[in-house]
């Protein structure tokens, strides 16, 4: 005796349906990741622009007239 093993077109359309309910899950998900992706860029950027600031002010304040604490006299002590 030879057992079908098709599956039946009701099997068919269930998997079908699961197959495109996974996809649009998937399609959302990649558009949530695509979405944080060019979030967290934008983050990366703005704070790359800010540490070159702030590394601008720290050089020109080492630069400045400033007197080193070597150079500067000590506070008097009581």
Request: charged share 25%; proline share 5%; no cysteine.
């Amino acid at each position: 005796m030879i057992l079908a093993l098709q599956p039946t077109q009701k099997q068919m359309n269930d998997q079908l349906t699961d197959l495109q309910t996974r996809l649009a899950f998937q399609e959302e998900s990649i558009d949530a990741l695509n979405a944080t992706v060019a979030r967290q860029a934008q983050e990366i950027s703005e704070l790359q622009q800010a540490f070159k600031e702030i590394a601008k002010r720290l050089y020109s304040l080492s630069d400045s007239d400033a007197a080193s604490e070597a150079e500067e006299t000590p506070p008097p002590h009581y």
